[in-house]
Nanobody, 121 residues
Framework: QVQLVESGGGLVQAGDSLGLSCVNS??????YAWFRQATGKEREFVAG????????YYAASVKGRFTISRDNAKNTVYLQMNSLKPEDTAVYYC????????????????WGQGTQVTVSS
């Protein structure tokens, strides 16, 4: 059983930084990712990583600003978000699955409850 719990969301200003954490308290998975969903929009891929912490990959909209990482000892995945923009405002979800390099929602079997990130201009 995989159980994902996100934390770290909040309200920040444009240009600020914010870090998200996702703890997996259950069985490990092959790949992890962060997705986000803004109000009235579909869920979109943000970043993904292999369970070993290798092979991070990003959506074009966040590449160079966001960094995904993994602490194997803590079974935790992080998303460091820098130079935040108002368009980054969304509920951010952590996901786990077996497909490495997956960037679609149905590539992932397990999801956290989500954490709200709001960026004011």
């Amino acid at each position: 059983q995989v159980q994902l719990v996100e934390s770290g969301g909040g309200l920040v200003q444009a240009g600020d930084s914010l870090g998200l954490s996702c703890v997996n308290s259950g069985r490990d998975s092959s790949a992890y990712a962060w997705f986000r969903q803004a109000t009235g929009k579909e869920r979109e891929f943000v970043a993904g990583i292999k369970w070993t912490g290798e092979m991070p990959y990003y959506a074009a909209s966040v590449k160079g600003r966001f960094t995904i990482s993994r602490d194997n000892a803590k079974n935790t995945v992080y998303l460091q978000m820098n130079s935040l923009k108002p368009e980054d405002t969304a509920v951010y979800y952590c996901a786990a699955g077996s497909r490495i390099y997956g960037d679609r929602s149905n590539d992932y079997n397990y999801w956290g409850q989500g954490t709200q990130v709001t960026v004011s201009s």
